[in-house]
């Protein structure tokens, strides 16, 4: 009988113990540290090589003389999808694709596979669904059936093994959560099941060259669920989200070894299946023909291309002691800074004003040259006054009042001139020194000459 050894490992941050402890001691996170149980066979760590990069022998080479050919990446067949993995899929590699259920994820990777298996070997390995149910919603989105293979199993060893015969060039597992190692001697959906099964089918597909997708389930609080070193053997991790009442869905890469970290896609879910979205600034404009107080656009950057979305604020006389502050689509910390700086660089209390913010669409925006924008909206909300409907404005704010450039300002007011905007309020360094035509450029170094320029 096989020996077991036991530690006990964070889930958030893959930290191990000898012993279970209410508290990790990395992260300080309270009741994440679980058993995980490994067995000391050889089986699971030498089959199919060791480490995660899956090479049999090892060897110690200099650097001048690694081959440097290019990766020959593979067309998914959606430019969107595309772009997140940073021009195609890369052979060999391991993609883990996340999401809250009901987004997408099994839809939009079997027609990935249908349209790849029209020139290329796919294997779709399927352990929550039975065949029929695979097969059913292929029908419902009229994709092509003759070229895929299914497998519904959730043994590793049988997946392997049954791989091996048939050489896919592009897997699907689905999901990571229910396959198990029979070596591991532990439910599957556990640490140990999912960090060995992990590592497992990516040391074999970086050994054979085999593209593998890997869906993986999230947790109540939006992130990937398993321990942390899920995220660190694989080579590219991404998030589908979009709200239940919304037809549109944004693919987001947190982490990318072969292209940007951040990009994002954008899909719409219709009775077909996902459809690409090659404008996504257009959809996430539709705005009301009267413009009201307390909406502007900015332009952000997400991963290798700007994006216009139109950001509102609403501010109220508060009936509390303590207002609110409310960010949805914005850091929320954020917000209650930069009415602090509002305050005492712009002359503008709202001690006694709840302050509501919401970026249109659902899109969350997490870099610094929303805040110009932001503080725009809220001070237009304040006084009741609109702002000029062909108006965008993009910039950093500091502590001390300043307006700070942000990366890829040209480009950006480039955007904005294609879809018709007029002016345009952008940090002083980011104004081009050569004249834009078609748009009047506003720069500004401070927050009281952002507020004069309205």
């Given at each position: 009988?096989?020996?077991?050894?036991?530690?006990?490992?964070?889930?958030?941050?893959?930290?191990?113990?000898?012993?279970?402890?209410?508290?990790?001691?990395?992260?300080?996170?309270?009741?994440?540290?679980?058993?995980?149980?490994?067995?000391?066979?050889?089986?699971?760590?030498?089959?199919?090589?060791?480490?995660?990069?899956?090479?049999?022998?090892?060897?110690?080479?200099?650097?001048?003389?690694?081959?440097?050919?290019?990766?020959?990446?593979?067309?998914?067949?959606?430019?969107?999808?595309?772009?997140?993995?940073?021009?195609?899929?890369?052979?060999?590699?391991?993609?883990?694709?996340?999401?809250?259920?009901?987004?997408?994820?099994?839809?939009?990777?079997?027609?990935?596979?249908?349209?790849?298996?029209?020139?290329?070997?796919?294997?779709?390995?399927?352990?929550?669904?039975?065949?029929?149910?695979?097969?059913?919603?292929?029908?419902?989105?009229?994709?092509?059936?003759?070229?895929?293979?299914?497998?519904?199993?959730?043994?590793?060893?049988?997946?392997?093994?049954?791989?091996?015969?048939?050489?896919?060039?592009?897997?699907?597992?689905?999901?990571?959560?229910?396959?198990?190692?029979?070596?591991?001697?532990?439910?599957?959906?556990?640490?140990?099941?999912?960090?060995?099964?992990?590592?497992?089918?990516?040391?074999?597909?970086?050994?054979?060259?085999?593209?593998?997708?890997?869906?993986?389930?999230?947790?109540?609080?939006?992130?990937?669920?398993?321990?942390?070193?899920?995220?660190?053997?694989?080579?590219?991790?991404?998030?589908?989200?979009?709200?239940?009442?919304?037809?549109?869905?944004?693919?987001?890469?947190?982490?990318?070894?072969?292209?940007?970290?951040?990009?994002?896609?954008?899909?719409?879910?219709?009775?077909?299946?996902?459809?690409?979205?090659?404008?996504?600034?257009?959809?996430?404009?539709?705005?009301?023909?009267?413009?009201?107080?307390?909406?502007?656009?900015?332009?952000?950057?997400?991963?290798?291309?700007?994006?216009?979305?139109?950001?509102?604020?609403?501010?109220?006389?508060?009936?509390?002691?303590?207002?609110?502050?409310?960010?949805?689509?914005?850091?929320?910390?954020?917000?209650?800074?930069?009415?602090?700086?509002?305050?005492?660089?712009?002359?503008?209390?709202?001690?006694?004003?709840?302050?509501?913010?919401?970026?249109?669409?659902?899109?969350?925006?997490?870099?610094?040259?929303?805040?110009?924008?932001?503080?725009?909206?809220?001070?237009?909300?304040?006084?009741?006054?609109?702002?000029?409907?062909?108006?965008?404005?993009?910039?950093?704010?500091?502590?001390?009042?300043?307006?700070?450039?942000?990366?890829?300002?040209?480009?950006?007011?480039?955007e904005a001139v294609k879809h018709g905007f007029k002016r345009a309020i952008v940090p002083k360094a980011n104004v081009p020194k050569y004249k834009v035509p078609g748009i009047e450029i506003i720069g500004v170094s401070s927050l009281s000459e952002a507020l004069d320029a309205l």
């Open positions: 009988m096989a020996k077991r050894k036991t530690s006990f490992v964070c889930s958030d941050c893959g930290a191990e113990f000898p012993r279970w402890q209410g508290q990790c001691n990395d992260c300080q996170a309270w009741n994440t540290i679980t058993e995980f149980v490994v067995s000391t066979t050889k089986s699971v760590a030498n089959k199919v090589g060791g480490g995660y990069s899956g090479q049999t022998l090892a060897q110690v080479e200099n650097l001048q003389d690694i081959d440097l050919q290019a990766l020959p990446r593979i067309s998914s067949g959606f430019k969107e999808l595309d772009r997140v993995l940073g021009g195609g899929i890369v052979p060999g590699s391991a993609m883990l694709i996340g999401g809250s259920p009901g987004a997408g994820k099994s839809t939009l990777l079997l027609q990935v596979m249908c349209l790849m298996a029209s020139g290329r070997s796919a294997l779709y390995v399927t352990g929550e669904e039975s065949l029929q149910q695979v097969a059913m919603r292929a029908q419902r989105l009229g994709l092509a059936k003759d070229k895929l293979k299914l497998l519904a199993e959730t043994n590793i060893d049988v997946i392997c093994e049954l791989a091996l015969q048939h050489k896919p060039e592009i897997m699907v597992i689905d999901s990571i959560q229910v396959m198990q190692v029979a070596d591991v001697h532990s439910a599957p959906g556990s640490v140990s099941q999912v960090r060995e099964s992990a590592a497992y089918l990516t040391r074999f597909a970086k050994q054979h060259h085999i593209a593998m997708f890997l869906v993986g389930h999230v947790t109540k609080d939006g992130s990937l669920a398993g321990p942390k070193v899920l995220e660190h053997c694989i080579d590219c991790s991404m998030m589908l989200e979009g709200e239940s009442d919304s037809r549109y869905r944004t693919l987001r890469s947190q982490k990318n070894r072969f292209g940007a970290v951040n990009e994002l896609g954008v899909f719409a879910m219709t009775e077909r299946g996902l459809r690409e979205v090659s404008n996504p600034s257009a959809i996430f404009l539709s705005r009301a023909e009267e413009q009201s107080p307390g909406s502007i656009v900015m332009v952000v950057w997400e991963g290798t291309r700007p994006l216009l979305v139109e950001i509102q604020a609403l501010v109220d006389y508060s009936q509390m002691a303590n207002p609110r502050r409310v960010a949805v689509g914005l850091e929320q910390n954020r917000l209650a800074m930069l009415l602090a700086v509002l305050h005492r660089h712009g002359n503008v209390q709202m001690n006694d004003q709840d302050v509501f913010a919401n970026v249109v669409g659902g899109v969350k925006v997490t870099e610094t040259s929303a805040d110009l924008a932001l503080l725009l909206s809220i001070v237009s909300s304040f006084r009741n006054k609109p702002l000029d409907r062909q108006l965008i404005a993009f910039g950093e704010v500091g502590l001390a009042g300043e307006i700070r450039p942000v990366p890829n300002g040209s480009e950006r007011i480039s």
